[in-house]
């Protein structure tokens, strides 16, 4: 069951807060440094260094999968050597990606070794993101305790977007005023910035106790990891296929719809507060997941822009909270020792669906055309609110250890 709360007094949330967010600053700065590549290196790779599509691609999707491949051990670790020296690795990790994007640059007329650079500098940043987001996470909990879960994966989220927000068109000012060498330049002075920083402040005791077998962590997960999965799917095939879903009906806007998406989701996540703690996650998750299934749908059925643009707010509304009100029940049925591995493996489950999004919107929109994705999608947060409810009501994996 969940545990509820009363509501909180205004000087108490603020002091709450104040504690989490210095320790999702670290997420912060690190999704800045993912940001600052994302609109530029699909350019570079293809216009400078001369690849095609496919390695365009690659290039872009291999810190994504470094992130996959990584997210459940960089939990694990974090239960074991701590959050800050956790976050700390992953900051060195990052900085040295920097000093490799740089290296691309030097020797772009040689473009073999170049993209070879470029591909071990994705990778690192994969590390770095897997290695400082979840220990961030783990961090904030160890500040302010269990009861306020809820509040630090939120602003792990908050930083999270506003990092990628923040470092996109950031990325895209740098390189035209300056190079491409100058978004190196820039990872690595904030992967040595967010290091000192992380480096002055005093690591948060470290949660004792016994540790549950790994295997043990996945089963009580992977029916919450199943959850967000489906949830995001609709997240993901929006963003990835919304821009060519606009021009099949030939409308503009598509980046406004990227916009109102990611605004309406910032926004609940600032003003949802006590939500979570006051009604629970399972209640806060059912009822998300189904305002991001009507955002879906709208999108599949708007007739124009402007309903579209609306179905975008909502499926940005919906999806705010899937993540942090699911997360909250998986942290309550781990052992504290090993909070950290769930948060990694509970993460894991949301990198693999953006991994999945694309290709199967993909084969969806070829057969049935781009607004059955969105149709599709929204079957899928049913189909999530469903095992929501199902979990709520007493699967034995639901139940807390």
Same mark, same amino acid.
């Given at each position: ?8 007094? $205004? ?8 504690? #989490?967010? $210095?320790? +999702?600053? !670290? ?14 290196? $699909? %350019? ?5 260094? %001369? ?13 994504? #999968? ?8 960089? %939990? ?16 060195? +990790? ?12 030097? !020797? ?28 961030? #996470? ?41 190079? !491409? ?15 000192? #920083? ?30 967000? /999965? ?32 990611? /605004?309406?989701?910032?926004? +609940? ?9 006051? !009604? ?98 929204? /079957?899928? /947060? ?20």
């Amino acid at each position: 069951m969940s545990t509820h709360v009363h509501p909180e007094s $205004p000087q108490s949330v603020l002091k709450v807060t104040l504690r #989490i967010v $210095p320790c +999702v600053l !670290f997420t912060f700065f690190c999704y800045l440094m993912v940001g600052l590549q994302l609109a530029v290196l $699909p %350019g570079y790779v293809h216009d400078v260094l %001369g690849y095609g599509p496919v390695m365009t691609g690659l290039a872009v999707s291999m810190q994504s #999968i470094a992130t996959l491949i990584t997210r459940a051990p960089a %939990g694990k670790l974090s239960d074991t050597i701590g959050p800050k020296r956790s976050v700390m690795r992953g900051q060195v +990790v990052g900085a040295a990606s920097g000093v490799l994007l740089l290296m691309a640059y030097a !020797f772009e007329r040689s473009p073999a070794f170049s993209l070879g650079a470029l591909l071990v500098s994705r990778c690192m940043l994969g590390l770095c993101e897997s290695q400082v987001s979840n220990s961030g #996470i783990t961090w904030g909990l160890l500040q302010v305790g269990n009861a306020h879960t809820a509040r630090v994966i939120s602003w792990n989220g908050v930083a999270t977007y506003g990092g990628l927000a923040l470092g996109a068109p950031l990325g895209v000012l740098v390189a035209g005023d300056l190079s !491409f060498g100058a978004i190196g330049a820039a990872v690595l002075v904030l992967g040595l910035l967010s290091l000192a #920083i992380s480096w002055s402040r005093p690591a948060p005791p470290m949660q004792h106790g016994a540790r549950m077998a790994y295997r043990s962590v996945v089963a009580r997960v992977l029916p919450f990891g199943g959850g967000l /999965c489906l949830g995001t799917l609709g997240m993901g095939m929006l963003t990835i296929f919304v821009t060519l879903y606009y021009a099949s009906h030939h409308w503009e806007g598509a980046a406004s719809a990227l916009t109102v998406f990611g /605004c309406a989701l910032i926004l +609940v996540r600032l003003i949802s507060g006590n939500w979570i703690p006051r !009604f629970g996650g399972f209640k806060v998750a059912a009822g998300s997941l189904l305002v991001e299934a009507l955002g879906l749908a709208l999108l599949w059925l708007a007739p124009n822009p402007e309903l579209a643009l609306a179905g975008a707010a909502l499926t940005g509304m919906g999806f705010s909270l899937v993540f942090p009100s699911l997360g909250v029940e998986v942290v309550t049925r781990v052992s504290p020792g090993s909070r950290g591995a769930a948060i990694g493996v509970f993460s894991v489950f949301f990198d693999v669906a953006l991994a999945v999004a694309g290709p199967l919107a993909g084969y969806i929109s070829t057969n049935h055309g781009y607004a059955a994705i969105y149709l599709v999608a929204a /079957c899928g /947060c049913l189909v999530a609110v469903v095992l929501v409810e199902a979990m709520r009501r007493g699967l034995p994996s639901a139940r807390p250890a």
